[in-house]
């Protein structure tokens, strides 16, 4: 089993930036690739951004890229999303998600193993 915990959510102004971690810890595996997903008030979960072990591919939703970066530090069993130029409709519950492989499914919820219990991200206009 994998925990994953998420922190750094708040309340920001729009244009204003929030950095995400989420620590995993539990079960070791020599890779795994991580998923940030969100959800808003009565809409599906969404893919926001995704990284391989390495950290070598990366992969943004078209709604975030040029704003968000996805990174990790796997000394720290940590992924980052560092998240600028924040728009009110950023406004989610953002997860993130454990994968033991970045394969096609990277876009899907189903694609994950493990998931954090969320932290809300509150962007006022």
């Known amino acids: 089993q994998v925990q994953l915990v998420e922190s750094g959510g708040g309340l920001v102004q729009a244009g204003g930036s929030l950095r995400l971690s989420c620590a995993a810890s539990g079960r070791t595996y020599s890779s795994y690739a991580m998923g940030w997903f969100r959800q808003a008030p009565g809409k599906e979960r969404d893919f926001v951004a995704a990284?391989?072990?390495?950290?070598?591919?990366?992969y943004y939703a078209d709604s975030v890229k040029g704003r968000f970066a996805i990174s990790r530090d796997n000394a720290k069993n940590t992924v980052y999303l560092q998240m600028n130029s924040l728009k009110p409709e950023d406004t989610a519950v953002y997860y993130c998600?454990?994968?033991?492989?970045?394969?096609?499914?990277?876009?899907?919820?189903?694609?994950?193993?493990?998931w954090g219990q969320g932290t809300q991200v509150t962007v006022s206009s």
């Open positions: 998600a454990f994968a033991r492989v970045l394969g096609s499914t990277f876009k899907y919820a189903y694609g994950y193993d493990y």
């Open positions: 990284i391989s072990w390495s950290g070598g591919s990366t």
